[in-house]
């Protein structure tokens, strides 16, 4: 699971789920065609993808559960 925290104010969010299945969204990375890239959350079943979680105007950090 990824969890994604805001390197600027502390801000955090958990477990974001997909809802047409439920399942929860994982971490990944797109590049585009300029070479770039940019984080996303995507659902394991193929479901669709969602630009990752922003706070204080940039991508927030992604920190994996220790569990």
């Keep these: 699971m ?3 925290k805001c390197c600027d104010c502390g801000m955090g969010v ?8 439920g399942s929860e969204l994982e971490h990944a ?5 300029d070479g ?3 984080q996303i959350s995507q659902c ?3 479901c669709g993808k969602i630009k990752s979680p922003m706070c ?3 991508d927030m950090d992604v920190a994996h559960d220790k569990a």
């Design 44 to 46: 394991p079943n193929g």
């Design 14 to 21: 958990k477990g974001i789920i997909c809802a047409s299945c």
């Design 36 to 38: 770039s890239e940019v």
């Design 2 to 4: 990824a969890d994604y």
């Design 56 to 58: 204080c105007g940039h």
């Design 29 to 33: 990375s797109l590049v585009k065609d």
